[in-house]
């Protein structure tokens, strides 16, 4: 049984417990934590500070790639056959660099973006659990197909996030 359906259970059997109408609830959007939290700004500006290097080198030899490809298309027909064909051999070579350099650089960005977002998935949590023992929530969700926003306690966890 999925979560959704044993927190449907739940409710109802409050619902008919009688007990519903003491039950306090809230939701926190966790995309818009990500995207909009102190700590998650810091961390994407972190990133990109930590790959601004990696993606200037990217993009050199992307152009390199460029600029042989442009200069062969040019050349082509007026070159001698040994000299095009390491002109092709040049660019196959960039090609398969840029292609390699490109998937390491996409691998070590997850990875780096998964152990930044750790991080502020641990304070947001703990700045969730807070605010739910302060203000004696029984239930906080962070999914839901619906939410109403009178329940949406998002922007006082990110207000949370912003004071530490």
Known sequence: MDWRRQLAVALGMLAT???AAEVKIGF????????EA?????AQ????????????????LEKQGRDLQVELEKDSVTL???ARREKER???????NFQRLQR???EDLNLRRNEELAQVQERATR???QIAEAEKFDLVVQEAVFASSRIDITDKVIRALADK
């Open 17 to 19: 417990a009688g007990l």
């Open 28 to 35: 926190v959007n966790t995309e818009r934590v990500f995207r």
């Open 38 to 42: 102190a700590p998650a700004k810091r």
């Open 45 to 60: 500006q972190k990133l990109e500070r930590e790959f601004s290097a990696r993606n200037a080198d990217l993009a050199k």
């Open 80 to 82: 001698p056959e040994a």
């Open 90 to 96: 040049q660019l196959a070579d960039v090609s398969r």
């Open 104 to 106: 390491e650089i996409r």
């Open 127 to 129: 700045a969730i659990n």
